[in-house]
């Protein structure tokens, strides 16, 4: 029962994201049938990761709260399912599998991506970042305006 209760918010939330992505390709034009397919083969393989990421919490693996091991989880978890995405749509709609032109630069791409989202939702605003002083750490990390001596201010 504790490891539902620990993965169940990733799949539920994994899940969620396929459902934002088959709205907003039905918001965009898509058929019904391309989004549904289109929210499944994302939202399937998110869901997983985000239940598979509970489950490390739950076993010990991971510690919650600290950011560089979901960050790399993440960050190659996240590319995986695009590129499972972008290659198995077109193929539950009866097409042949269409796998980007090029899957390094693809991959790499989503691993960015993946990266600004766990950045942006680590709960650092832009000037806490600056100066470091998300959660308890404080330590200035680039010189602020105040900071930096210019020659009128040196005299």
Do not use: D, K
Request: glycine share 14%; aromatic share 8%.
């Amino acid at each position: 029962l504790q490891l539902a209760e620990v993965g169940a918010p990733g799949v539920v939330i994994g899940a969620a994201g396929g459902v934002v992505v088959g709205l907003l390709a039905m918001l965009v034009g898509q058929p019904a049938g391309w989004a549904a397919v289109s929210a499944l083969t994302i939202g399937l393989p998110l869901a997983l990761l985000g239940g598979g990421y509970g489950m490390l919490v739950a076993h010990g693996w991971f510690r919650p709260g600290v950011f560089a091991p979901v960050a790399f989880y993440w960050m190659v978890g996240f590319p995986l399912s695009r590129l499972l995405h972008e290659t198995v749509t077109p193929v539950l709609l009866g097409g042949n599998a269409t796998p980007p032109s090029e899957v390094l630069t693809f991959l790499a791409f989503q691993a960015l991506v993946s990266m600004a989202s766990r950045s942006a939702s680590s709960g650092c605003t832009s000037g806490s970042r600056r100066t470091g002083s998300c959660g308890s750490r404080t330590a200035t990390l680039m010189p602020t305006a105040s900071s930096v001596s210019t020659p009128s201010t040196r005299r």
